[in-house]
């Protein structure tokens, strides 16, 4: 099994920054791609950031330029930096894991809200 831990969530006013940031613990493979997906209310969760454990990203298209995820291979954490927040950018965000055996884990989401 694998847990998740997801931080860094919370209110930010229009064009502001907040850092997420998930550890992963438990049977934990070396070889993974860690990421984060978003929820909006009456939205479906979609991509915002996936990074490989070789250091490969891929980004949704609307958090491209403003959005950047790195991770800790060694403390199996995945951060995602925001920046120039919108208020289009509010959701649930979920960090996500999945190992190359192909099984996938979820956190239990933290929020972000973007408003004046």
């Known amino acids: 099994q694998v847990q998740l831990v997801e931080s860094g969530g919370g209110l930010v006013q229009p064009g502001g920054s907040l850092r997420l940031s998930c550890a992963a613990s438990?049977?934990?493979?070396?070889?993974?791609?860690m990421g984060w997906y978003r929820q909006a209310p009456a939205k479906q969760r979609e991509l915002v950031a996936v990074?490989?454990?070789?250091?490969?990203?891929n980004y949704g298209d609307s958090v491209k330029g403003r959005f950047t995820i790195s991770r800790d291979n060694g403390a199996n954490t995945v951060y995602l930096q925001m920046n120039s927040l919108k208020p289009e950018d509010t959701a649930v965000y979920y960090c996500?894991?999945?190992?190359?055996?192909?099984?996938?884990?979820w956190g239990q989401g933290t929020q972000v809200t973007v408003s004046s």
């Open positions: 996500h894991v999945i190992q190359f055996t192909g099984l996938g884990y």
């Open positions: 438990g049977s934990i493979f070396s070889r993974n791609a």
């Open positions: 990074i490989t454990s070789g250091g490969s990203t």
